[in-house]
Protein backbone atom coordinates (compact mmCIF):
# COMPACT_ATOMS: atom_id res chain seq x y z
CA UNK A 1 0.00 0.00 0.00
CA UNK A 2 2.43 2.50 1.05
CA UNK A 3 4.28 2.10 -2.59
CA UNK A 4 0.89 2.78 -4.31
CA UNK A 5 0.10 6.60 -5.77
CA UNK A 6 -2.91 7.62 -3.57
CA UNK A 7 -5.80 9.68 -5.06
CA UNK A 8 -8.77 11.51 -3.37
CA UNK A 9 -11.58 13.11 -5.64
CA UNK A 10 -13.74 15.53 -3.86
CA UNK A 11 -17.66 15.32 -3.89
CA UNK A 12 -20.63 17.20 -2.50
CA UNK A 13 -22.58 20.78 -2.75
CA UNK A 14 -23.22 19.98 -6.17
CA UNK A 15 -20.54 18.79 -7.34
CA UNK A 16 -21.06 16.30 -10.35
CA UNK A 17 -17.99 15.24 -12.37
CA UNK A 18 -16.35 12.91 -9.63
CA UNK A 19 -16.90 9.44 -11.25
CA UNK A 20 -15.73 10.70 -14.11
CA UNK A 21 -12.38 12.43 -12.62
CA UNK A 22 -12.19 8.95 -10.60
CA UNK A 23 -12.00 6.86 -13.42
CA UNK A 24 -9.60 8.62 -15.11
CA UNK A 25 -7.16 8.52 -12.48
CA UNK A 26 -7.70 4.76 -12.16
CA UNK A 27 -7.19 4.38 -16.02
CA UNK A 28 -3.87 6.60 -15.52
CA UNK A 29 -2.61 4.12 -13.34
CA UNK A 30 -3.60 5.00 -9.64
CA UNK A 31 -3.29 2.36 -7.13
CA UNK A 32 -6.20 3.97 -5.00
CA UNK A 33 -8.20 6.32 -5.42
CA UNK A 34 -11.19 7.39 -2.96
CA UNK A 35 -14.21 9.88 -3.64
CA UNK A 36 -14.89 11.97 -0.49
CA UNK A 37 -17.92 13.65 0.65
CA UNK A 38 -16.36 17.44 1.29
CA UNK A 39 -18.01 17.38 4.99
CA UNK A 40 -15.79 13.82 5.56
CA UNK A 41 -13.06 15.96 5.09
CA UNK A 42 -14.14 18.25 7.66
CA UNK A 43 -15.56 15.96 10.17
CA UNK A 44 -11.96 13.73 10.03
CA UNK A 45 -13.22 10.71 8.81
CA UNK A 46 -10.66 11.32 5.75
CA UNK A 47 -7.63 12.49 6.14
CA UNK A 48 -6.22 14.88 3.28
CA UNK A 49 -2.64 13.99 4.07
CA UNK A 50 -2.82 10.33 3.78
CA UNK A 51 -3.03 10.81 -0.02
CA UNK A 52 -0.74 12.26 -3.00
CA UNK A 53 -3.16 13.90 -5.28
CA UNK A 54 -6.44 16.06 -4.57
CA UNK A 55 -8.78 16.30 -7.51
CA UNK A 56 -11.14 19.40 -7.50
CA UNK A 57 -13.96 18.04 -10.35
CA UNK A 58 -16.54 20.20 -12.08
CA UNK A 59 -19.95 21.18 -10.88
CA UNK A 60 -22.33 23.66 -9.60
CA UNK A 61 -20.86 24.21 -6.04
CA UNK A 62 -23.95 25.36 -3.86
CA UNK A 63 -25.74 25.89 -7.07
CA UNK A 64 -22.90 28.62 -8.13
CA UNK A 65 -26.09 31.14 -6.06
CA UNK A 66 -23.03 33.32 -4.84
CA UNK A 67 -20.99 33.22 -8.25
CA UNK A 68 -19.07 30.41 -9.40
CA UNK A 69 -17.59 28.25 -6.15
CA UNK A 70 -17.33 31.39 -4.32
CA UNK A 71 -19.81 29.40 -1.20
CA UNK A 72 -17.52 26.53 -1.16
CA UNK A 73 -14.26 28.96 -1.09
CA UNK A 74 -15.37 30.34 1.87
CA UNK A 75 -16.37 27.14 3.07
CA UNK A 76 -12.79 26.13 2.58
CA UNK A 77 -10.78 28.86 4.19
CA UNK A 78 -13.10 29.27 7.14
CA UNK A 79 -14.68 25.63 7.93
CA UNK A 80 -12.64 24.01 10.73
CA UNK A 81 -11.43 20.17 10.56
CA UNK A 82 -12.75 18.51 13.77
CA UNK A 83 -10.28 17.92 16.60
CA UNK A 84 -7.29 19.37 14.83
CA UNK A 85 -8.14 23.78 15.44
CA UNK A 86 -7.09 23.72 11.70
CA UNK A 87 -8.99 25.32 8.98
CA UNK A 88 -9.67 23.09 5.77
CA UNK A 89 -7.18 26.12 3.67
CA UNK A 90 -4.04 25.78 6.76
CA UNK A 91 -4.35 21.61 5.81
CA UNK A 92 -4.11 21.87 1.69
CA UNK A 93 -1.51 24.29 2.24
CA UNK A 94 0.53 22.24 4.24
CA UNK A 95 -0.36 19.37 1.82
CA UNK A 96 0.84 21.91 -0.94
CA UNK A 97 4.19 21.97 1.33
CA UNK A 98 4.85 18.51 1.58
CA UNK A 99 4.58 18.11 -2.18
CA UNK A 100 0.91 17.08 -2.88
CA UNK A 101 -0.56 17.80 -6.30
CA UNK A 102 -3.63 19.59 -6.66
CA UNK A 103 -5.95 19.67 -10.12
CA UNK A 104 -9.11 21.93 -10.46
CA UNK A 105 -11.05 21.71 -13.39
CA UNK A 106 -13.95 23.34 -13.96
CA UNK A 107 -15.67 24.31 -10.63
CA UNK A 108 -12.64 23.53 -9.02
CA UNK A 109 -10.49 25.78 -10.88
CA UNK A 110 -12.99 28.41 -9.63
CA UNK A 111 -12.63 27.05 -6.29
CA UNK A 112 -8.81 27.17 -6.51
CA UNK A 113 -8.56 30.86 -7.95
CA UNK A 114 -11.26 32.08 -5.24
CA UNK A 115 -9.32 30.55 -2.36
CA UNK A 116 -6.22 32.27 -3.45
CA UNK A 117 -4.49 28.68 -4.62
CA UNK A 118 -3.62 29.49 -7.65
CA UNK A 119 -1.96 30.77 -9.12
CA UNK A 120 0.51 31.22 -5.92
CA UNK A 121 2.77 33.28 -6.02
CA UNK A 122 5.45 33.28 -4.00
CA UNK A 123 4.10 30.52 -2.25
CA UNK A 124 0.88 32.76 -0.97
CA UNK A 125 -1.86 29.98 -1.57
CA UNK A 126 -4.10 32.55 0.56
CA UNK A 127 -3.98 36.01 -1.69
CA UNK A 128 -6.72 35.95 -4.65
CA UNK A 129 -5.73 38.05 -7.64
CA UNK A 130 -7.68 36.38 -10.32
CA UNK A 131 -11.08 34.98 -11.09
CA UNK A 132 -13.43 33.44 -13.05
CA UNK A 133 -16.62 35.09 -14.70
CA UNK A 134 -19.50 35.09 -16.53
CA UNK A 135 -18.64 34.24 -20.46
CA UNK A 136 -18.70 37.29 -22.53
CA UNK A 137 -21.39 35.18 -24.42
CA UNK A 138 -23.98 35.58 -22.07
CA UNK A 139 -24.98 31.83 -22.11
CA UNK A 140 -23.84 28.71 -20.61
CA UNK A 141 -20.99 26.59 -22.87
CA UNK A 142 -21.13 23.40 -23.62
CA UNK A 143 -18.86 22.46 -26.49
CA UNK A 144 -15.42 21.17 -27.80
CA UNK A 145 -12.45 22.62 -27.71
CA UNK A 146 -8.98 22.68 -29.02
CA UNK A 147 -6.39 23.91 -26.57
CA UNK A 148 -2.52 24.32 -27.09
CA UNK A 149 -0.15 23.62 -24.13
CA UNK A 150 3.13 26.02 -23.23
CA UNK A 151 5.84 23.82 -23.45
CA UNK A 152 7.77 26.19 -21.56
CA UNK A 153 5.50 25.99 -18.18
CA UNK A 154 6.30 24.35 -15.12
CA UNK A 155 3.34 22.39 -15.44
CA UNK A 156 3.70 18.75 -14.79
CA UNK A 157 -0.12 17.94 -15.91
CA UNK A 158 0.61 19.05 -19.92
CA UNK A 159 4.05 17.64 -20.29
CA UNK A 160 4.38 15.67 -23.75
CA UNK A 161 1.29 17.66 -25.09
CA UNK A 162 1.12 20.04 -27.68
CA UNK A 163 -2.82 20.79 -28.28
CA UNK A 164 -5.33 18.68 -27.15
CA UNK A 165 -9.09 18.81 -27.20
CA UNK A 166 -11.49 18.48 -24.68
CA UNK A 167 -15.44 19.88 -23.66
CA UNK A 168 -16.23 23.09 -21.88
CA UNK A 169 -19.08 23.14 -19.66
CA UNK A 170 -19.58 26.48 -17.77
CA UNK A 171 -21.34 29.48 -17.85
CA UNK A 172 -18.72 31.39 -15.92
CA UNK A 173 -15.50 30.39 -17.47
CA UNK A 174 -13.40 33.84 -18.47
CA UNK A 175 -10.01 34.20 -16.43
CA UNK A 176 -9.84 38.00 -15.52
CA UNK A 177 -6.77 39.53 -13.32
CA UNK A 178 -7.05 42.38 -10.97
CA UNK A 179 -4.48 44.72 -12.76
CA UNK A 180 -2.22 43.85 -16.21
CA UNK A 181 1.06 43.11 -13.65
CA UNK A 182 -0.83 39.91 -12.51
CA UNK A 183 -1.54 39.04 -15.89
CA UNK A 184 2.54 40.21 -17.19
CA UNK A 185 3.53 37.68 -14.10
CA UNK A 186 1.68 34.68 -15.14
CA UNK A 187 2.73 35.19 -19.14
CA UNK A 188 6.74 35.80 -17.83
CA UNK A 189 6.77 33.03 -15.67
CA UNK A 190 4.57 30.81 -18.45
CA UNK A 191 2.10 29.45 -15.40
CA UNK A 192 -0.19 30.00 -18.78
CA UNK A 193 0.00 26.10 -18.83
CA UNK A 194 -3.10 26.42 -21.60
CA UNK A 195 -4.69 28.55 -23.83
CA UNK A 196 -7.64 28.28 -26.42
CA UNK A 197 -6.25 28.45 -30.09
CA UNK A 198 -7.54 28.29 -33.59
CA UNK A 199 -7.26 24.33 -34.06
CA UNK A 200 -6.37 25.55 -38.48
CA UNK A 201 -3.34 28.27 -37.49
CA UNK A 202 -2.79 26.88 -33.94
CA UNK A 203 -2.96 30.22 -32.67
CA UNK A 204 -4.32 31.52 -29.48
CA UNK A 205 -7.61 33.46 -30.37
CA UNK A 206 -9.92 35.18 -28.73
CA UNK A 207 -12.68 34.76 -31.63
CA UNK A 208 -15.99 33.02 -30.37
CA UNK A 209 -16.54 30.22 -29.94
CA UNK A 210 -12.78 29.04 -30.81
CA UNK A 211 -12.46 30.52 -27.26
CA UNK A 212 -15.60 29.81 -25.69
CA UNK A 213 -15.71 32.87 -22.49
CA UNK A 214 -13.53 35.70 -23.70
CA UNK A 215 -10.89 34.69 -21.19
CA UNK A 216 -7.75 37.21 -21.30
CA UNK A 217 -4.85 36.09 -23.12
CA UNK A 218 -7.05 33.24 -24.67
CA UNK A 219 -6.16 31.36 -21.11
CA UNK A 220 -7.65 28.06 -20.62
CA UNK A 221 -5.66 26.53 -17.67
CA UNK A 222 -2.62 28.20 -15.28
CA UNK A 223 -0.76 26.37 -12.83
CA UNK A 224 1.54 27.83 -10.03
CA UNK A 225 5.53 28.02 -9.80
CA UNK A 226 5.60 24.56 -8.60
CA UNK A 227 4.13 23.21 -11.34
CA UNK A 228 1.76 20.66 -9.23
CA UNK A 229 -1.07 22.87 -9.00
CA UNK A 230 -3.16 23.34 -11.92
CA UNK A 231 -6.51 24.35 -12.86
CA UNK A 232 -8.37 24.65 -16.29
CA UNK A 233 -11.87 25.17 -18.28
CA UNK A 234 -11.96 22.65 -20.37
CA UNK A 235 -12.34 18.97 -18.76
CA UNK A 236 -9.50 15.93 -19.65
CA UNK A 237 -11.98 13.65 -17.51
CA UNK A 238 -14.14 14.05 -19.81
CA UNK A 239 -11.78 12.75 -22.98
CA UNK A 240 -11.13 9.87 -21.32
CA UNK A 241 -12.37 7.37 -24.43
CA UNK A 242 -11.76 7.80 -27.90
CA UNK A 243 -15.84 7.51 -27.51
CA UNK A 244 -16.19 10.89 -26.05
CA UNK A 245 -15.09 12.56 -28.90
CA UNK A 246 -17.96 13.61 -31.21
CA UNK A 247 -16.45 13.03 -34.59
CA UNK A 248 -15.20 9.20 -32.72
CA UNK A 249 -16.97 7.49 -36.15
CA UNK A 250 -15.20 9.35 -38.33
CA UNK A 251 -11.82 9.69 -36.90
CA UNK A 252 -9.31 6.78 -37.48
CA UNK A 253 -7.21 6.65 -34.00
CA UNK A 254 -4.62 4.43 -32.83
CA UNK A 255 -5.73 3.88 -29.47
CA UNK A 256 -8.61 3.48 -27.28
CA UNK A 257 -7.75 6.17 -24.73
CA UNK A 258 -8.75 9.41 -24.84
CA UNK A 259 -6.40 12.31 -24.66
CA UNK A 260 -7.32 13.62 -21.25
CA UNK A 261 -6.00 10.61 -20.01
CA UNK A 262 -2.45 12.36 -20.02
CA UNK A 263 -3.14 15.14 -17.56
CA UNK A 264 -3.69 12.51 -14.87
CA UNK A 265 -1.11 10.05 -16.46
CA UNK A 266 1.59 12.73 -15.83
CA UNK A 267 0.16 13.37 -12.22
CA UNK A 268 0.56 9.97 -11.45
CA UNK A 269 4.18 9.49 -13.06
CA UNK A 270 5.62 12.35 -11.21
CA UNK A 271 4.29 11.05 -7.87
CA UNK A 272 5.98 7.70 -8.50
CA UNK A 273 9.47 9.08 -9.28
CA UNK A 274 9.50 12.25 -6.78
CA UNK A 275 7.26 11.29 -3.91
CA UNK A 276 6.77 7.34 -3.04
Known amino acids: MASQVRVIVTTGYGTNCEMEMAHACKVAGAGHVDIVHLSDLLDGSFKLMEYHFLNLPGGFLDGDNLGAAQAGAHRMRHARVAGTGKRLMDQLIEFVSLGGLILGVCNGFQLMVKT ?34 NPSSPCVYTKGIDTVEMPVRHGEGKFVAIDDKILYSLKSNNLIALQYVDPHS ?61 FFRNAIEYIRKNIL
Open 202 to 262: GEPTQQYPLNPNGSTLSIAGICDPTGRLMGLMPHPEANNHFTNHPLWTRKVLDIEEGSGIV
Open 116 to 149: GLLPGFDGDYENRVVSLTYNDSGRFEDRWVTCKV
